[in-house]
């Protein structure tokens, strides 16, 4: 039972109060006042709400106060929170949650082992991150890298960042009014050029036009004549040469002859047919006995047989052969065979003189060579 701090005093009876009161002092100094405050407490007198708050309280005289419990005595020197991460040397990391940790500066140093998906054991043990061994830049899905860590230089958007990491412009930039040959629509930052249906002239005054040439012409009337003129002797000589082929009729005189040899015909037979008929002759002998007796005789007039017959067949085969043949012209005749001919002629003499004259107008007539339409397109 909570006690009066101010008893037991010199009056107070011995047996019936002094006891007690030291007893029920002795227990709201073991357990700091859990069972409850009493009344005249002492100033500074410390009690323990450990079934509230679980703090530490001191009491001025009229109230209790929190205490802060010292970071040497095993306390954070706060009573609040934020102050207590101060006092205790903690990061904004310790009110992160475990599966969302967000570091936005400084270092972590002396990890020996990191457990990630995305990152290998040993990824922090250097500062500079030379120890990551495959950074997969594809799974860097959202942000944007500042350019200023690509390279160096100052990065805006007319320069590009080249190989050797440098920011700089691109070497040879077409200048303002350069003209160029499209047959594409003119890309961004060039304008097209109205020059349509015209040729281009080189010339020192640039930038200016002439006259607009028609697709189609003509001439008009007039004369052009040539004078009167003529040619020189001159020799104009063909060379030797023959003329192949075969001529017409050509005479055979006295005193020629002919030989040679007739084409090989190959093997071959020759057929024959034919019939044969006649009568034979007539014979009469006179009388003639009928029997050797003398019995009587019986004459013998003249008298012939008929007789025909039908014979073919085929000669023997004799093989491939020619035959020769020759023989000598005893007066005129004609033949035919081919006879070369040769020689040379010239070409001498002067033309007389001409005198040309042409007049009139032709028609028109289209000029254009082929061509394919494209564009022309500016630097602006």
């Not at 205790?88 to 972590?108: K, P, R």
């Not at 070497?171 to 499209?182: D, E, K, N, R, Y």
């Not at 020689?343 to 254009?368: K, P, Q």
């Amino acid at each position: 039972m909570p006690e009066n701090w101010s008893l037991p005093t010199i009056t107070s009876n011995y047996a019936t109060g002094v006891i007690q009161a030291i007893n029920n002092k002795f227990i709201d100094a073991i357990t700091l006042f859990r069972g409850g405050f009493g009344s005249n407490l002492p100033v500074s007198a410390i009690c323990f709400t450990g079934d509230l708050d679980g703090s530490f309280n001191r009491w001025n005289g009229s109230a209790w106060l929190q205490m802060r419990l010292g970071v040497a005595g095993g306390g954070t020197g706060a009573d609040n929170p934020a102050l207590a991460r101060t006092n205790l040397g903690l990061g904004t990391m310790s009110t992160q949650n475990s599966n969302y940790v967000d570091i936005s500066g400084g270092n972590a140093v002396n990890l020996s082992t990191m457990s990630a998906n995305s990152i290998y054991a040993n990824f922090l043990s250097s500062p500079d991150g030379s120890n990551i061994g495959n950074l997969d830049g594809s799974k860097i899905a959202t942000g944007i890298i500042n350019p200023a860590r690509l390279g160096n230089g100052v990065a805006n958007s007319s320069v590009y960042l080249r190989g050797d990491s440098l920011w700089a412009a691109p070497a040879g930039t077409f200048p303002s009014g350069l003209i160029v040959i499209s047959h594409l629509p003119c890309p961004p930052g060039w304008s097209r050029v109205g020059w349509d249906g015209v040729f281009l002239r080189v010339n020192s005054a640039f930038s200016t036009a002439g006259a607009a040439n028609p697709s189609t012409h003509s001439h008009d009337n007039g004369s052009l004549a040539l004078g009167s003129h003529a040619h020189s002797a001159g020799s104009y000589a063909t060379p030797g040469h023959n003329h192949g082929g075969s001529t017409g009729a050509v005479n055979i005189g006295f005193g020629i002859t002919v030989s040679g040899t007739t084409g090989a015909g190959g093997g071959h037979s020759h057929g024959y047919s034919g019939s044969i008929s006649g009568t034979t002759g007539g014979e009469n002998n006179g009388q003639m006995n009928c029997d050797a007796g003398g019995s009587g005789n019986m004459a013998r007039s003249g008298h012939g047989h008929n007789f025909g017959a039908n014979y073919s067949g085929e000669t023997n085969s004799v093989g491939n052969h020619t035959h020769a043949f020759s023989g000598s012209g005893s007066g005129s005749g004609t033949g035919y065979g081919s006879i070369s001919t040769q020689g040379a002629m010239g070409i001498t003499g002067t033309s007389g003189a001409a005198s040309a004259g042409l007049s009139g107008a032709t028609g028109e007539a289209s000029h254009l060579p082929p061509f394919f339409d494209v564009l022309l397109c500016i630097k602006d």
